[in-house]
Nanobody, 115 residues
Framework: QVKLVESGGGLVQPGGSLRLSCAAS????????MSWYRKAPGKEREFVSS???????NYVDSVKGRFTISRDNAKNMVFLQMYSLNSEDTAVYYC?????????WGQGTQVTVSS
């Protein structure tokens, strides 16, 4: 069965950092584009970042220069390193795996940025 398990979320002060991890299993990880999405209270799910099997990356404008996505195909893991966090980054962060014929989602990990 397909599993995507996020970890690394928590409470952090404004200006702080967190590193999110997503452990994948049950599918051919290296053939999927891996992405992070987030959903803040009262807002719709938002694309944050993606990385292809060739390590080509994309970011939403609001996180460019602050977040870095990476993947380790040998470990079937994807990461999101987050710096300079602010209150607008508070959300549940979801790991996504996408290919031509599949679209998988994790359960999410909570990131709360507050003083």
């Amino acid at each position: 069965q397909v599993k995507l398990v996020e970890s690394g979320g928590g409470l952090v002060q404004p200006g702080g950092s967190l590193r999110l991890s997503c452990a994948a299993s049950g599918f051919t990880f290296s053939r999927h584009v891996m992405s992070w999405y987030r959903k803040a209270p009262g807002k719709e799910r938002e694309f944050v970042s993606s990385v292809t099997s060739a390590s080509t990356t994309n970011y939403v404008d609001s996180v460019k220069g602050r977040f870095t996505i990476s993947r380790d195909n040998a470990k079937n893991m994807v990461f999101l390193q987050m710096y300079s966090l602010n209150s607008e980054d508070t959300a549940v962060y979801y790991c996504n795996a996408n290919s031509m014929d599949s679209d998988y989602w994790g359960q999410g990990t909570q990131v709360t940025v507050s003083s």
